[in-house]
């Protein structure tokens, strides 16, 4: 009885670390795919006007780098929900 218990708490844990794993997978896919978005809207954007090219990319660089931030802190999170 008591070795089914903990044997079902160690196959939670197991569980936990790989939903950790499988989360910090998604926010380095989603944080890709967001910058490369931010991206091509900028160069199609500069395509159209060529003259607001600096404004562009220094909006562009603002937002990669905001996403760059939340991807990394959700990065992080999985990573100690696997350690810890």
């Known amino acids: 009885m008591i070795g089914m218990i903990i044997l079902q708490a160690a196959a939670g844990a197991a569980l936990g670390k790989i939903g950790a794993a499988f989360g910090a997978a998604i926010a380095a896919i989603a944080a890709a795919f ?6 091509q809207s900028t160069q ?3 395509a159209r006007q060529p003259e607001s090219a600096g404004n ?5 660089i603002i937002a990669a ?4 931030g939340a991807a990394l802190f959700a990065i992080i999170v ?6 810890l």
């Open 78 to 83: 999985c990573v100690l929900t696997m350690v």
């Open 56 to 60: 562009l990319r220094t909006g562009m």
């Open 44 to 46: 199609e954007s500069i």
């Open 65 to 68: 780098g905001m996403i760059e």
């Open 34 to 39: 967001g910058i490369g978005k931010i991206g």
